[in-house]
């Protein structure tokens, strides 16, 4: 992920990554208490852009706010600080990280003090660009009522890391993972749709982490004049569906080949899901404008 030369940006600073240290005694590394968030950068005919800064940073924001970690920046501020240490690591292509962790505090208390890292790396396609074989997992989304489920908060990523390996280990590429009723919820870091007879179909907010890429996705399917229903599915349906996909910042649109032992009967290249792909694909290349005043 760096190598001797890269940098990060720490508590307003630039500095080394491999010159940086942390406190053992943080409630992040303890219980998972801190916050973060996934960003794409995409090159450009203008250059460098991030895709959906402000989205991500005000997420990160609301994560906070939402699970009463204290936090200071502006959007603007870390949207800058993002082109900044993409620049400092001549990145373009990029994925870039930013989390919020706790001061030392070894209390089960609100933190007084935290502090906020970026960093950025070139990573390729998370789920790589063949169509998953997913499994149900045996794991379920967190409920709503133990855990803020809307904020992307350190510690919930235990579950999504149990779903994984759990797929992995079972021969498949990914996990599907229902809600604690049992209707579809999401993949351990991606959001689902599915399509039957040209309509889409996606869980709704609720059980689910607020994708970024799937309003982007619900807004790009509203321009093509997709029809797109937000609502609580069963498995069954989506075993009777024609398609599906799932969605996510580091793994953007990627097409799902079958769960467990039900293949989607539609080929992949004539799915309303291949259409978004490449909408999408086109999208994060637009240089937008973002709040940056720098760039
Ligand atoms: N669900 C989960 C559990 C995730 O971790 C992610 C990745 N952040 C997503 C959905 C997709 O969210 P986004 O499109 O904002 O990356």
Redesign the pocket.
């Known amino acids: 992920y760096y190598n001797n030369s890269s940098v990060i940006f720490l508590n307003g600073k630039f500095v080394k990554a491999n010159e940086s240290s942390t406190d053992l005694y943080s409630q992040t590394l303890h219980y998972g208490y801190g916050v973060f968030e996934?960003i794409r950068a995409y090159a450009t005919e203008n250059g460098t852009r991030v895709f959906k800064a402000k989205e991500?940073y005000d997420?990160l924001k609301k994560s906070c706010e939402l699970v009463n970690i204290p936090f200071d920046y502006t959007t603007a501020e870390l949207v800058d600080a993002t082109y900044e240490l993409l620049q400092k690591n001549n990145l373009s292509d990029a994925y870039v990280r930013p989390l919020v962790f706790c001061d030392p505090n070894m209390s089960l208390t609100k933190p007084n003090n935290v502090s906020i890292m970026i960093c950025a790396w070139e990573w390729g396609a998370y789920l790589g660009d063949k169509q998953l074989r997913l499994t149900v997992s045996s794991y379920c989304r967190p409920h709503p009522r133990s855990i803020k489920i809307e904020a992307?908060v350190c510690g919930h990523?235990v579950n999504?890391i149990l779903a994984t390996s759990e797929a992995k280990d079972n021969g498949y590429d990914e996990a599907l993972l229902l809600d604690s009723d049992g209707y579809l919820a999401?993949?351990?870091?991606?959001?689902l749709f599915f399509e039957k007879e040209g309509v889409l179909f996606t869980p709704k907010l609720g059980n689910?982490?607020p994708?970024?890429?799937?309003a982007t996705v619900l807004e790009l399917a509203d321009k093509l004049g997709i029809q797109v229903k937000q609502g609580l599915y069963t498995p069954e349906e989506l075993e009777s569906a024609d398609s599906a996909f799932y969605?996510?910042?580091?793994a953007e649109v990627i097409g799902i080949e079958s769960v467990d032992d039900n293949k989607f009967p539609k080929n992949w290249n004539d799915t309303v899901g291949k259409k978004l792909l490449e909408a999408y694909s086109q999208l994060v290349r637009e240089s937008e404008k973002t709040l940056s005043t720098k760039y």
């Open positions: 996934g991500h997420r992307k990523y999504s999401e993949g351990p870091g991606a959001n689910i982490l994708g970024i890429t799937r969605c996510g910042t580091a």
